[in-house]
Protein backbone atom coordinates (compact mmCIF):
# COMPACT_ATOMS: atom_id res chain seq x y z
CA UNK A 1 0.00 0.00 0.00
CA UNK A 2 1.43 3.26 -1.08
CA UNK A 3 2.16 5.58 1.49
CA UNK A 4 0.31 8.97 1.69
CA UNK A 5 2.07 12.06 1.86
CA UNK A 6 1.88 14.90 4.58
CA UNK A 7 1.06 17.20 2.06
CA UNK A 8 -2.15 14.80 1.42
CA UNK A 9 -2.78 14.20 4.90
CA UNK A 10 -2.74 18.07 5.67
CA UNK A 11 -4.93 19.09 2.52
CA UNK A 12 -7.84 16.49 4.07
CA UNK A 13 -7.25 17.86 7.49
CA UNK A 14 -8.17 21.19 6.49
CA UNK A 15 -11.05 19.95 3.82
CA UNK A 16 -12.42 18.84 7.17
CA UNK A 17 -11.63 22.20 8.81
CA UNK A 18 -12.84 24.13 5.93
CA UNK A 19 -16.84 22.35 5.90
CA UNK A 20 -16.82 22.90 9.64
CA UNK A 21 -16.34 26.72 9.32
CA UNK A 22 -19.01 26.87 6.74
CA UNK A 23 -21.64 24.47 8.60
CA UNK A 24 -20.87 26.51 11.69
CA UNK A 25 -20.65 30.05 10.35
CA UNK A 26 -24.17 29.35 8.84
CA UNK A 27 -25.88 26.59 11.77
CA UNK A 28 -23.88 27.03 15.07
CA UNK A 29 -22.14 24.51 16.50
CA UNK A 30 -25.03 23.03 18.33
CA UNK A 31 -27.57 22.81 15.29
CA UNK A 32 -24.17 21.04 13.18
CA UNK A 33 -23.52 17.17 13.83
CA UNK A 34 -20.51 14.87 12.73
CA UNK A 35 -23.10 13.70 9.79
CA UNK A 36 -23.27 16.96 9.05
CA UNK A 37 -19.60 17.91 9.12
CA UNK A 38 -19.17 14.19 6.62
CA UNK A 39 -21.51 15.51 4.67
CA UNK A 40 -20.35 19.33 4.22
CA UNK A 41 -16.77 17.57 3.61
CA UNK A 42 -17.93 15.32 1.30
CA UNK A 43 -15.46 13.01 3.33
CA UNK A 44 -16.32 9.37 5.06
CA UNK A 45 -17.02 8.80 8.44
CA UNK A 46 -13.68 7.32 8.82
CA UNK A 47 -11.45 9.98 7.09
CA UNK A 48 -13.01 12.20 9.50
CA UNK A 49 -12.19 10.23 12.62
CA UNK A 50 -8.79 9.77 11.44
CA UNK A 51 -8.27 13.46 11.47
CA UNK A 52 -10.33 14.52 15.05
CA UNK A 53 -11.73 12.45 18.10
CA UNK A 54 -14.86 14.29 18.34
CA UNK A 55 -16.64 17.64 17.41
CA UNK A 56 -15.20 19.57 19.79
CA UNK A 57 -11.73 18.78 18.83
CA UNK A 58 -13.16 19.96 15.45
CA UNK A 59 -14.07 23.04 16.77
CA UNK A 60 -10.93 23.55 18.72
CA UNK A 61 -9.13 22.98 15.60
CA UNK A 62 -11.17 25.66 13.63
CA UNK A 63 -10.83 28.44 16.42
CA UNK A 64 -6.60 27.71 16.62
CA UNK A 65 -6.88 28.90 12.32
CA UNK A 66 -9.68 31.96 13.22
CA UNK A 67 -7.14 34.29 14.77
CA UNK A 68 -7.12 38.31 13.66
CA UNK A 69 -4.93 39.62 11.48
CA UNK A 70 -4.20 42.96 13.12
CA UNK A 71 -3.32 46.28 11.94
CA UNK A 72 0.52 46.72 11.39
CA UNK A 73 0.54 49.93 13.17
CA UNK A 74 -1.91 52.60 14.95
CA UNK A 75 -2.17 54.76 12.39
CA UNK A 76 -5.14 55.82 11.16
CA UNK A 77 -4.71 54.34 7.50
CA UNK A 78 -3.51 50.86 9.28
CA UNK A 79 -6.55 50.93 11.49
CA UNK A 80 -8.98 51.38 8.33
CA UNK A 81 -7.04 48.76 6.74
CA UNK A 82 -7.75 46.56 9.60
CA UNK A 83 -11.30 47.15 9.85
CA UNK A 84 -12.43 46.65 6.47
CA UNK A 85 -10.17 43.36 6.18
CA UNK A 86 -12.71 42.41 9.24
CA UNK A 87 -15.60 43.48 7.13
CA UNK A 88 -14.91 42.20 3.65
CA UNK A 89 -14.44 38.60 5.67
CA UNK A 90 -17.37 38.83 7.50
CA UNK A 91 -19.25 39.58 4.13
CA UNK A 92 -17.13 37.05 1.78
CA UNK A 93 -16.87 34.32 4.50
CA UNK A 94 -18.91 34.66 7.28
CA UNK A 95 -15.99 35.41 9.31
CA UNK A 96 -18.08 37.31 12.15
CA UNK A 97 -20.65 34.86 12.64
CA UNK A 98 -18.17 32.02 12.58
CA UNK A 99 -16.33 34.10 15.61
CA UNK A 100 -19.65 34.58 17.53
CA UNK A 101 -20.21 31.14 17.71
CA UNK A 102 -16.24 30.48 18.82
CA UNK A 103 -17.22 32.92 21.45
CA UNK A 104 -20.23 31.84 22.43
CA UNK A 105 -19.03 28.41 22.87
CA UNK A 106 -16.05 28.79 24.48
CA UNK A 107 -18.03 30.46 27.62
CA UNK A 108 -18.70 26.80 28.46
CA UNK A 109 -16.22 24.93 27.01
CA UNK A 110 -13.05 24.99 29.33
CA UNK A 111 -10.59 23.65 26.44
CA UNK A 112 -11.84 26.26 23.63
CA UNK A 113 -12.39 28.81 26.41
CA UNK A 114 -8.24 28.87 26.79
CA UNK A 115 -7.60 28.63 23.25
CA UNK A 116 -9.95 31.60 23.05
CA UNK A 117 -8.24 33.69 26.16
CA UNK A 118 -4.73 32.58 24.97
CA UNK A 119 -5.59 33.97 20.76
CA UNK A 120 -7.04 37.38 22.77
CA UNK A 121 -4.06 37.67 25.20
CA UNK A 122 -1.69 37.46 21.85
CA UNK A 123 -3.78 39.96 20.15
CA UNK A 124 -3.35 42.55 23.21
CA UNK A 125 0.39 41.71 23.20
CA UNK A 126 0.54 42.31 19.46
CA UNK A 127 -1.29 45.66 20.16
CA UNK A 128 0.98 46.95 22.94
CA UNK A 129 3.77 46.47 21.17
CA UNK A 130 2.50 49.13 18.66
CA UNK A 131 1.36 51.86 20.55
CA UNK A 132 2.83 55.18 19.89
CA UNK A 133 5.80 55.93 22.82
CA UNK A 134 4.16 59.19 23.99
CA UNK A 135 1.32 56.67 25.19
CA UNK A 136 3.09 53.69 26.76
CA UNK A 137 2.33 54.57 30.41
CA UNK A 138 -1.02 53.45 29.01
CA UNK A 139 -0.20 50.38 26.79
CA UNK A 140 -2.60 47.70 28.61
CA UNK A 141 -5.04 49.95 28.67
CA UNK A 142 -5.07 51.19 25.33
CA UNK A 143 -4.70 47.57 24.34
CA UNK A 144 -7.43 46.17 26.00
CA UNK A 145 -9.79 48.55 25.14
CA UNK A 146 -8.87 47.90 21.24
CA UNK A 147 -9.41 44.24 21.29
CA UNK A 148 -12.57 44.70 23.27
CA UNK A 149 -13.89 47.41 20.39
CA UNK A 150 -12.59 45.18 17.31
CA UNK A 151 -14.46 42.15 19.30
CA UNK A 152 -17.19 44.46 19.46
CA UNK A 153 -16.96 45.29 15.67
CA UNK A 154 -16.86 41.77 14.87
CA UNK A 155 -19.94 40.73 16.95
CA UNK A 156 -22.24 43.90 15.25
CA UNK A 157 -20.97 42.55 11.83
CA UNK A 158 -22.08 38.99 13.01
CA UNK A 159 -25.47 40.56 13.94
CA UNK A 160 -26.23 43.39 12.10
CA UNK A 161 -24.96 42.48 8.65
CA UNK A 162 -22.53 44.89 6.78
CA UNK A 163 -21.94 47.80 8.96
CA UNK A 164 -19.82 50.93 8.37
CA UNK A 165 -15.93 50.74 10.61
CA UNK A 166 -15.81 54.33 10.29
CA UNK A 167 -17.29 54.89 14.14
CA UNK A 168 -15.25 51.99 15.41
CA UNK A 169 -12.33 53.44 13.50
CA UNK A 170 -12.44 56.84 15.16
CA UNK A 171 -12.92 55.12 18.76
CA UNK A 172 -9.78 53.21 18.00
CA UNK A 173 -7.97 56.39 16.80
CA UNK A 174 -9.23 58.30 20.34
CA UNK A 175 -8.08 55.61 22.13
CA UNK A 176 -4.58 55.64 20.76
CA UNK A 177 -3.99 59.37 20.92
CA UNK A 178 -5.69 59.44 24.26
CA UNK A 179 -8.63 62.03 23.38
Known sequence: MPKVSQEHLDARRQQIID?????????????TSMADIVAESGLSNGAIYRY????DAIVVAVCEQSSEALPKALT??????????VR???RDTDHARLVA?????????PSLGAVVQQQLSAMRAAI??????HRRRDTE???EAFVAICS???QQLAIRGDLDPAPFSTALMAIVKGH
Open 88 to 90: NLA
Open 101 to 109: QIYAEAAIS
Open 128 to 133: AALVPA
Open 19 to 31: AAQARFASHGFAR
Open 152 to 154: SYS
Open 76 to 85: VEAIDGFLEY
Open 52 to 55: FTSK
Open 141 to 143: QIA
